[in-house]
């Protein structure tokens, strides 16, 4: 299986700071990777795929970027609806693995 | 818009079966693979399986976790995917969610959810 290493697995910013979260494949997922927010008590939205392309509908200040190994997902101004836990997902390989997740709050 | 709706869950002992209905609306549902992913409480996403679409030959994967025990199938005619779960293990406990499979093979919307607790 595939692992996926999801990093930090908290942060605390304030409203209008850069927020980045990084995610590291155990081996090379071309571009098949996902990031998704998920809010209490909520299902998984699909924000970023293909890595780096946004959802219909997502604000622009998410983005993300990377290739191969190494992934980046970045919120350019946070706002206080940001509030939730992130998570990247690899569809690269069975089985479609995640990393354990970011939780994100607000200083 | 797509809306997809889980339904069965609930207590169960271990040991015992549930069956998982996932209801969808808002496009052809004949066109997409489904899947059903899970989360225990308080821990992160897995994912538990898919079906393809007929077009490609309604086949289904599984994780090893549950390789055995739950089958996925499909009412193309109803729009409805299940989930049935077998020999149930308290480590089951998890609210399930049903998704549908974009054209680029990964889970474009979810439903809601639904509760599974296995305990005695």
């Known amino acids: 299986d595939i692992q996926m290493t999801q990093s930090p697995s908290s942060l605390s910013a304030s409203v209008g700071d850069r927020v980045t979260i990084t995610c590291q494949a155990s081996?090379?997922?071309?571009?098949?990777l996902n990031w998704y927010q998920q809010k209490p008590g909520k299902a998984p939205k699909l924000l970023i795929y293909?890595?780096?392309n946004l959802e219909t509908g997502v604000p622009s200040r998410f983005s993300g970027s990377g290739s191969g190994t190494d992934f980046t997902f970045t919120i350019s101004s946070l706002q206080p609806e940001d509030i939730a836990t992130y998570y990247c997902?690899?569809?690269?390989?069975?089985?479609?693995?995640f990393g354990q997740g970011t939780k994100l709050e607000i200083k | 818009e797509v809306q997809l709706v889980e339904s069965g869950g609930g207590l169960v002992q271990p040991g015992r079966s549930l069956r998982l209905s996932c209801t969808a609306s808002?496009?052809?549902?004949?066109?997409?693979?489904m899947s059903w992913f899970r989360q225990a409480p308080g821990k992160g996403l897995e994912w538990v399986g898919f079906?393809?679409?007929?077009?490609?030959?309604?086949?289904?994967e599984y994780a090893a976790s549950v390789k055995g025990r739950f089958t996925i199938s499909r009412d193309d005619s109803k729009s409805i995917a299940y989930l049935q779960m077998n020999s149930l293990k308290t480590e089951d406990t998890a609210v399930y969610y049903c998704?549908?499979?974009?054209?680029?093979?990964?889970?474009?919307?979810w439903g809601q959810g639904t509760l599974v607790t296995v305990s005695s």
């Open positions: 997902q690899q569809y690269d390989n069975l089985p479609h693995t």
């Open positions: 808002g496009f052809t549902f004949g066109d997409y693979a």
């Open positions: 293909d890595a780096s």
């Open positions: 079906i393809r679409s007929k077009a490609y030959g309604g086949t289904t």
């Open positions: 998704t549908r499979y974009s054209s680029g093979w990964y889970p474009d919307y």
């Open positions: 081996q090379d997922i071309s571009n098949y």
